[in-house]
């Protein structure tokens, strides 16, 4: 496993990753989630060995201090996949090989080709590929030699929307099937859901919380995460038990009993048959509904509509609560770290 304890990058005097804590177990995928220029890349980068951090990063309890890149027996992506462009597609994915002293690796090849759906492609110039298919070769090269931990930067975030999806469900897949420990940054919370068994939100440098998708995406540790992660609105709501009551009605949600913050995403409000009178302020076209600005009792609030019934700005409408897009703001507990106590 991979163990990450107390550190810190700096570049000049200011840190770019400050006293990261973070562990990686065997067969988890990691995703490191935050804002461009939270520090993300950096802290991969430093896993990697690509920058000299303070702190200490160890594989399986050795630490990985004096051990150089090559030496560490990680794989890596990245965004644009930093092929060989003058190899055929064969000779990208040998070279990982070649580099690992790995003696069969002509199949080998072949084996991984297949496995990131590019079968039969091996002749084939790199430069003829579509970026996704650049990507997949990029994945095949850093997979061949069996890496301990796979550690891609934005491996999608080069490609376009509907590719960066399907790719996102077939890297999440090629991952779990081929039972790789790996870290992904990104900054993108669909890709991070889609490919992580764990999540790690940074942000500022630091790691703010980490949890399951569902728990990160339920319970954010406070409102700058769950405005990252979609909410637009927050306000007071009571839990009691397992019912939050919310301005817009009732949601069977978990929560201590007592008073509750909640972020709204847009999707928590539909406009349609529903307790909450509103009065339509905008609305705009999103990909598979329509997004609205409405005005209640309770203030200004996002909602989303169907595309098949177009609302008018201006006219009267009414809201129903869907507890989907509700997020409970839960602050983490703080654990001392064994140097805080020291
Ligand atoms: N080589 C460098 N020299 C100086 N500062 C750097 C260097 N690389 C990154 N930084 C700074 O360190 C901070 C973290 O950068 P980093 O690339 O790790 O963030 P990130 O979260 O990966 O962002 P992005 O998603 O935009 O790549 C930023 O403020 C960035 O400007």
Not at 118 to 136: A, N
Not at 192 to 205: E, K, P, Q, Y
Not at 316 to 325: I, N
Request: glycine share 10%; with cysteine.
């Amino acid at each position: 496993m991979l163990r990450v304890e107390g550190v810190t990058v700096r570049y000049g005097r200011v840190p770019a990753v400050s006293s990261v804590d973070m562990e990686i177990a065997d067969g988890e995928v990691l995703a490191l989630l935050g804002p461009s220029g939270c520090g993300k890349s950096t802290l991969l980068r430093a896993v990697a060995g690509l920058e000299p951090a303070d702190g200490s990063i160890s594989w399986d309890g050795v630490d990985l201090g004096g051990v150089p890149v090559h030496r560490r027996g990680f794989g890596l992506v990245f965004q644009d996949g930093q092929l060989f462009p003058h190899r055929t597609v064969a000779g990208n994915v040998a070279f990982g090989l070649r580099m690992a002293g790995e003696r069969r690796v002509e199949g080998r090849a072949d084996e991984l080709l297949e496995l990131v759906g590019l079968k039969g492609f091996g002749p084939r110039r790199v430069t003829e590929l579509s970026g996704g298919e650049q990507q997949r070769v990029a994945l095949a090269r850093a997979l061949a030699p069996r890496p301990r931990l796979l550690l891609l930067d934005e491996p999608l975030s080069a490609l376009d929307r509907s590719l960066r999806e399907q790719l996102a469900i077939d890297l999440s897949r090629l991952l779990r099937d081929s039972g790789t420990t790996a870290l992904v940054v990104t900054h993108d919370h669909d890709e991070a859901f889609t490919l992580a068994s764990r999540v790690a939100v940074m942000r500022a440098g630091r790691i703010v919380q980490t949890g399951t998708p569902e728990q990160v995406w339920r319970y954010p540790t406070d409102e700058d995460t769950a405005r990252f992660l979609g909410c637009t609105t927050f306000m007071d709501g009571t839990a009691l038990n397992g019912t939050i009551q919310t301005p817009f009605g009732p949601a069977p949600l978990t929560a201590p009993d007592g008073p509750v913050r909640l972020g709204l995403r847009p999707t928590a409000l539909h406009a349609g048959p529903g307790p909450t009178p509103a009065t339509i302020l905008t609305a705009v076209h999103r990909r598979d509904h329509i997004r609205l600005t409405v005005t209640t009792s309770a203030g200004q609030v996002d909602a989303i509509t169907s595309i098949t019934t177009p609302p008018t700005p201006g006219t009267p409408t009414t809201l129903s609560l869907a507890p989907d897009g509700l997020a409970i703001i839960t602050p983490t507990p703080k654990t001392p770290r064994t140097h805080d106590v020291l």
